[in-house]
């Protein structure tokens, strides 16, 4: 089945109060959460970590910083919260060698990402190639795909393609926001996909509520197995 990840995000940002968020959306079936290094403070980070991981939950900190140095900086976070997986940045090899030893799986971005919120360029002949080379590294394990901030790819090709020459899992992330699109993701053989935003301004089935629409959406994930690709 293709794994939901829901982000206590919005505008790349996690949310303001996240905490009570968590404490709200805990009982409605996920498997796995996530946010930001960006809009909460690493203790507020550290104690939604804690909460998820007391009730069952995988905990992934996304980074979106845009210099190598605050990049780094937030991997080195990432082990004080807690997180059992980071997702995004652009400097594997550093990234790698701040995280080796810890049991965190380490997925960044392939292709050209740029700005905040981020964009996705390359073709994706270069984006597939740079996701075969990028988890090919010793201490990546998968890849956080933007594939619907693409400035211009067809998301399924590339996913499609990416899956391909990926070694590791691939998370599809960045502006998912209905069924269709989870529908494509499963075709294109992602891992799993992250949702934020579109949730908290209530696109999904089952809305506004938050956790209607995750359940909304765990059981789209749940229709989707084992349809063909």
Known sequence: MTEFVFMLTHHDTTVADA???????RDSGLRYIGFKDIGASPAELADITKAAHDDGLEVMLEVVSTS????????????????????????????????????????PFPGEVT???????????QIAGDAQAKTALDGVHGLDL????????????????????????VIVAGSVAGL????QISMGGAWGFT????????????????????????????????QPG
């Open 19 to 25: 905490r009570r968020m968590y404490a709200d959306i």
């Open 68 to 107: 190598k140095e605050d990049e780094l900086g937030s991997l080195r976070a990432a082990l004080d919260i807690g997180v059992d997986w980071v997702l995004g940045g652009t400097h594997p090899e550093e990234g790698s060698a701040v995280l080796a030893g810890a049991p965190v799986r380490y997925c």
């Open 115 to 125: 700005g905040h919120p981020s964009v996705l360029g390359g073709t994706v002949a």
């Open 146 to 169: 933007l594939a619907y901030r693409h400035v211009s790819a067809d998301p399924v090709e590339l996913i499609r393609a990416v899956v391909a020459a990926s070694a590791g899992p």
């Open 180 to 183: 269709a699109q989870i529908s």
């Open 195 to 226: 949702i934020g935003g579109a949730i908290f301004e209530g696109r999904l089935p089952g809305g506004p509520g938050v956790a209607s629409q995750i359940r909304a959406v765990l059981a789209a994930c749940a229709g989707l197995a084992g």
